[in-house]
């Protein structure tokens, strides 16, 4: 009797493991992202990416450090996402060489290095390769043409750059941000650049997000893409004017809770 009951739970065991490897297998099956695409995005899970964008192009891109939404109209981001934690604010992980390529997970016509040289204007970073020393592939993934938008220099080199730094301060401060920013198309026609005719921004946003503070809160800037600047507080906003300028829903899965002092309060001495 003990040796058939023995022998019984022997097979419904066996049965259970082969349930759970077919499952395993299914799931992967399923799953809509290969290769690096799926490891990246194992590496970025944890980022509240906005709500899917109906009124533009959009293409979902995973990277190791950050995610883009591609608009193949523009040939640049709608916005990048990611996750700075203050173990990601340093490192030694050298730029690539060959700093800027373009990235082939995009349809043709896409951005080039060559569609920036000689027109004034520079390749400015999305996620800054300053947020990705921690690593190298996340510093080479950050000069793929992708993660950049044509920025006045000296716009990059000042306010761009400093509102940047001050991101890194806070994650070591805080412990760690959540940042969206892109570039804002103010009006109907645009500068050009390059032979891609790539488009020219009027503006910069970007949002940042500390949930784990407390209270918790969140800021935003809006930046015009000139040689025209002022100090920090000039450019704040709160994140739902961002989100009323851009059209684009910030940190949608926050907790009701937290939405209002996240979104709705936009206090530069807090940070």
């Not at 003990?2 to 992967?28: G, I, V, Y």
């Amino acid at each position: 009797m003990r040796k058939r009951t023995s022998l019984l739970l022997l097979l419904l065991l066996a049965a259970s493991l082969l349930t759970f490897s077919c499952r395993q297998a299914n799931t992967h099956i399923s799953t809509p992202i290969e290769g690096a695409q799926q490891d990246a995005r194992l590496w970025t899970r944890d980022i509240d990416l906005p709500l899917p964008l109906t009124d533009r192009d959009e293409q979902i891109l995973y990277r190791k450090a950050y995610v883009v939404s591609y608009n193949k109209s523009t040939l640049q981001p709608n916005y990048v996402a990611w996750h700075l934690t203050a173990d990601h604010t340093d490192g030694s992980a050298p730029r690539p060489q060959t700093a800027w390529h373009d990235d082939p997970e995009v349809p043709q016509p896409r951005a080039y290095y060559s569609d920036y040289r000689g027109t004034g204007w520079d390749r400015g970073h999305l996620c800054p390769a300053g947020d990705n020393k921690w690593d190298e592939t996340a510093m080479y993934e950050s000069f793929l043409m992708t993660n950049a938008s044509p920025q006045h220099k000296a716009f990059n080199s000042g306010i761009w750059n400093q509102i940047e730094q001050s991101c890194r301060l806070w994650a070591r401060r805080h412990g760690d941000l959540f940042i969206v920013c892109g570039p804002i198309f103010l009006n109907q026609d645009h500068d050009t650049i390059g032979a891609h005719r790539i488009p020219v921004p009027e503006a910069f946003f970007k949002v940042v997000a500390c949930p784990s503070a407390n209270p918790p809160m969140g800021i935003g800037f809006i930046c015009r893409n000139n040689e025209g600047q002022r100090k920090k507080d000039h450019y704040v906003n709160t994140i739902a004017e961002v989100e009323r300028i851009t059209g684009i829903t910030f940190f949608p899965h926050l907790p009701d809770s937290l939405q209002h002092a996240v979104k709705n309060q936009a206090d530069l001495s807090r940070w």
